[in-house]
């Protein structure tokens, strides 16, 4: 952090679409919702009552 030259300045979508692009789907959710991911492209809203689906990538 101490070198500028470091620093790249990238929009969020795009780190959200190399990572995660599944998520796109929920973004006009309400502010403040909890959501787990329930399968490989799906999430739920979190009920504390299921486990997060979880995969290795």
């Not at 780190?15 to 973004?27: G, M």
């Not at 739920?44 to 290795?56: A, F, G, M, N, Q």
Request: proline letters at 5%.
């Amino acid at each position: 952090m101490d070198d500028y030259h470091n620093i790249q300045l990238l929009p969020v979508g795009l780190v959200w679409q190399r990572l995660d692009p599944d998520i796109f789907i929920y973004l006009d959710r309400p502010v403040g919702i909890r959501l787990i991911r329930v399968s490989s492209d799906q999430f739920e809203v979190d009920r504390l009552d299921r486990e997060i689906y979880t995969v290795k990538r």
